[in-house]
Every structure is written in structure tokens, then in C-alpha cells.
């Protein structure tokens, strides 16, 4: 924009409309520029206004013009169709871009230079200290993930945290920037802090050291009494109601509200806090507190639901809180449960009672962990036939609060993968060596200081069974299904992998699932070349972006493992087999689900129900509230689910069978 140096009659009339300068040759304005719009205005050092021409409408019919209005402004630059108005103290070293609405604020200020937030370190996961890990605009959960846990590759953490130091120096400014289509109202103190195009702002506290990562697409919306220092906010993120964050960085997409706190805390797209508390966490993408009594701590979680008074001890009150924990993804801890840290709690594994005996869970997923008179009892595989994990799943892609075309966190939300099925398979392997080193008649098993009932065991090892089948089967199926084929060979070259990429043991970056030679092939090339934060980013984006090609992969590697073949040897009844089981397991699981599902109306569901009548009027009162079990959507679909899924296997197994045939 071109600006001009204000003429003398306009000097005079904002004199006489309470204006003031320190030096009015250092005031200049944009050519349309009308004095009227300026009232009892202090300008200090160099400010640069632009043309007050847009009226607004306010909440209950009140129009006020753009412009200027009891305020004190310190080398300023003011977009078009700006209002500022009852500034208590003062604006200083500020771009205000077009269109924002600013009112009633105490202080809005930029002090020295700052980075607004890039660069703050975090000790995340261990209060001790040695994760820190330093936050900045772009942090994906994956690479914090790497900067968290790989410390045993000094080199690379060193490379890392280099390239996130060049990025922190490049946001340095000691002019801070306010967006277009901003609303600041009703607010204290916003000191060092960078705010996005169309963030909302009302009723804030203290803004202290941050950026809000706000766009048109996914604004920010920050509400009453928020109190935020060192932070960073990405893209979509709601935070309200009196929370504390200090020393965080909030993913897109993350709501915050009724008084939570959260410190020293990273949280990745999709997270809720409300009510509890959060410290040293590293909150992985959909990790959910909604309770007043839950505190999160010295963590790592993904895909958590926290029951209400979940809590987590890191301190043992010898050497200090130096202990951490991690509860891999789809993790559920129920109300009042407990952990000592250091343990670690299996993928998708529901957390019962207080648990003190350091357990180490990751290779029994899907388990059930329960407290039974002091010690923790694991039921192995049970949660793969519970109707809430299937819930679990369905949800999470439905509730991407995302709204940002650029997704920075790359989210699998796949309950079976190739992460989870191989941890089935040594699970299962994990099982039958225990039954075969302590006998099959042996009542209760000892596992990493946990005890497995002789029932759970045998129904673990058959449960696992059924998850892999389907798992395999799954694939197969999908493969075969995108081709057209008439005979073996047609069929075996479908079957050929797209890559060799894929094979070996896969891991789960918070929220990425992916192979790990192609993470360590990544690691290597950060530790050996001049990569960038956005190539390390398109990196992710393009392992996300193949995973299924690398799931066949490992998939068919675990098939001719199961059947014991090369490629080219294998034959139709091969592929006949697997459907036919995976069509078994397939039917037997859903089943399973239904009658898990059949409990939420069954008498004991009922009790509390017609509160002053007789049992007629109680099954009218439940089936008014919670409908009846035949129409319930949930249990529709998994009777759909049974009859397409069926459908289909019976629609491939007739096609092989003509291949068979030929």
C-alpha cells in the first residue's frame, strides 16, 4: 500500500477530534484516507494508517464504523477498514491487517524480539527433563514423536533440532502481525504473540509468548478468562472457560475448555481437555480428558478416552518425578483407574482399577486390564469382540474436527493394521509358550507382572486367531476385488507387490502407521543430508499416502508364510482357504460384537427405568429412551455387516471356484 504524509487541515482536525503525536511527520496515511474516523488517538514513533470506509453490524443491531477511537498507538501499521476503540493502555509494534476488529483491550504489545512461541522447549513425558523438545508452527505428532523417543541417535536429534532452531530465527520479529478479519474483544494482556487471519479473541486473560495459527478455513476461537503463555495454537483450535495452558503446543483441530489446565504438553490434532488436568504429556492425536478428577501425566497417549478420576503417578518419592509411561493407541482407562509409571499398556487395551507392578502390555493388545486385590489380571484379545472398540473406531474419522486443508498430522485410523495384527501374532505365540513352559492345566499364568486366568489364555489365543484371519483375509480380498482375473497367472500377477517396501516390523508414530525401515530410511537421510522440516513433512505425507501399497506387502509375506509357498506356487485353494476362514472369522466376530451389544438391554440395562410403575412400564419408559435392540443403528449395521460381508466372500469364492473350473 502507497501512503502519504497527512496534510495540514487533516492535522488540525484530528487535534481538534482529541487527537495527538509525538511527531506527526512520522504519521502517514493511505490515499483515501479520512480523518472523521479518528478520535482521541495517541501516536507515538512511526504509524502508517489505512481508509476507514466498512461499517459494522453488532450482536443485537448496534452499527459502528471502522476507524480509530480512544486509543494509544507505538509504531503501527493499521490496515483498510480496521476498528480499534477503549484501548485501556496501549498498541505497540503491531501490523493490524485489513478488516479486524479490535475493542476493549488492556494491552496489546510486542516487547524486543520475539519468535512467538517457535523454539519454547518442552519437557515433555519426563518432568526430570531430557525429552525437551522445542515446539514450533509446522510440529507434526510424528516428528515429535522421533524428537521425543529417539534420543539414542544423538546425531539426529542434534540435526533435528538445528533445522527447528533456523526455522525459530526466521519467525524472530520485533513487529508482531494481526490477520485480516480478526476479532480481539474484551481482553487483558496479549504481549509477543502472533495472531491468523480470522481468529476470534474474547474475554482472553493473558496471551503471553505464543502464535494462533489461524486461517479462514479453520479459524481459532479463544474464549473468557484464558490464560496462555509460550504456546502454540495450530489451525481450528477452540479454547475457553477459564484454561490454563503454559509451555504447550495444541494440534489442529483440539477443543480446550471448563477450566482445564495443561502444561509442559504437547497435543496433536483432534484432542479434548475439559475439566482435568495435563502434564508432561504427549497427548497423540484424538487423546480425550473430559473429567474434572483425571490427571493425564508424564505420558504418552493416542486415541485415549480417560475415565473420570483416571490418574497417573510419576514419582515414587525417591529421586523425584522421573518416571513416564505410554499407553498405546485406543487405550481406555476407566473411571477412578490408576498406573505407576514407568508401564506401558497395550494398543487398544481397556485399563480397570489400580494398577502398581510396572506391567508391560505392548505385545497382548486389545486385552482387558483388571485389578483383582492389588494385582492386575490381563484378558487377552477380549476387546476385539467388544461392541465399544468397534464404536471406537467407527467415531474417530466422523469427529476430525480438521477443517484446514493442510493436515499436518497424517492419522491411520485402522483398528487392524499391520502395527496391531503383529503384535496379535506374537501375542498369540506369547500365549501358547506360556501355556506349553507352565502346562495347560496351569489355573493362573504370569506375564510381566501380570496374571492370565487359564480361560483367558485359551479364549486369547483364539481371539487372535480370528483378528488375523480377518486381517489377511481383508487384504486378499481387496486386492482381488480391484482387478479383473480369469486364471492363476492373471492372479498371481495381481497378487505381486507394488514394492518391495513394507515388509518387517511396522510402527505407529502417533497416528502414523508405517513400516519401519522406511522411518529408519528417513532418520538416515536427516542424519546424512541437508533435508528440510518440509521435505521431512512430504516424507510422512507420502508413507501416509502409501500405506495400503506397503500393507500388501507385509500382508502377502504373512500369507505365503501361512501357506508355506513361493508366489508363483501358490494355487487357487490356497486363496479359497483364506476367505473361507477369513469369511468364518469374519461372521464369528460380528456375532460376538452383537451379543456384546445385546447387554446394553438386557434386564440389569433396564433397572432405573419406570421409575413409579409396574415392569410393563419400565420396558416402555426404556425402550422410549433407548429404543429397542432389533432397531438400534449400531446393531443394524453390524447385521448388515455380516450379510455384505458374507455376500461378498460367497461373490469372490464363486469367482475362484470358475478360475478353479478352467
Known sequence: MDYRKLQPEEIRQLINQGCCADDWGLVTVADDFNPIHVQHVRFSGTNKLGAF??????????????????????????????????????IANYIIDDGSYIENVHLLLVDGKSRFGNGVLVPVMNEGG??????????????????TLYRHRPSLIDALQKKIDAYSKAMESDMGYIGKEVKILNCGSIKNVRIGDYASIHGASVLDNGSINSNAQAPVYIGSGV????FILSSGVEITDSTLVSKCFIGQGCIMGKHYSALDSLFFCNCQGMHGEATAIFAGPYTVSHHKSSLLIAGMFSFLNAGSGSNQSNHMYKLGP?????????????????????????????????????????????????????????????NLRSVGTIRDAQKWPKRDNRKDKKKIDQVNFNLLSPYTIQKMMKGREILLELENISGKTTEVYAYQN???????????????????????????????????YSSMEDIRRILQPDTVTGLGEWIDLSGLIAPKSCINQLLDRIENTAISLDEIQSAFEEMHSNYYSYEWTWALDKLLMKWGKKLEDVCVEDLMNTITDWKTSVVALDKMVYEDAKKEFNLNAQTGFGIDGDEEQKHLDFESVRGNFESNPFVLAVLNHIKTKSELGDKVLDKLEKVKNN
Open 322 to 382: 522421573i518416571h513416564q509411561g505410554v499407553a498405546e493407541r485406543g487405550a481406555k482407562t476407566t473411571s477412578d483407574s490408576y498406573l505407576l509409571w514407568p508401564a506401558r499398556v497395550g494398543a487398544f487395551t481397556l485399563v480397570m482399577g489400580r494398577h502398581t507392578k510396572h506391567s508391560d502390555t505392548s505385545d497382548l493388545p486389545f486385552s482387558y486390564m483388571i485389578e483383582n486385590a492389588t494385582d492386575s489380571y490381563l484378558v487377552p484379545a477380549v
Open 227 to 230: 490464560k496462555c503463555n509460550d
Open 130 to 147: 531430557g525429552r525437551e523438545i522445542p515446539i514450533f508452527n509446522e510440529l507434526s505428532a510424528h516428528l515429535a514423536y522421533i524428537l
Open 53 to 90: 470506509r466498512k461499517s459494522y453490524t453488532l450482536p443485537g443491531g448496534l452499527t459502528v464504523h471502522s476507524g480509530i477511537s480512544h486509543a494509544t498507538l507505538h509504531n503501527c501499521v493499521i490496515g483498510n477498514d480496521v476498528h480499534i476503540s477503549n484501548i485501556k493502555n496501549y
Open 450 to 484: 501380570c496374571l492370565i486366568r487359564n480361560s483367558s489364555l485359551k479364549k486369547g489365543i483364539k481371539l487372535y486367531d480370528i483378528g488375523i484371519s480377518k486381517f489377511l483375509g481383508n487384504s486378499l480380498i481387496s486386492r482381488l476385488e480391484q482387478h479383473s
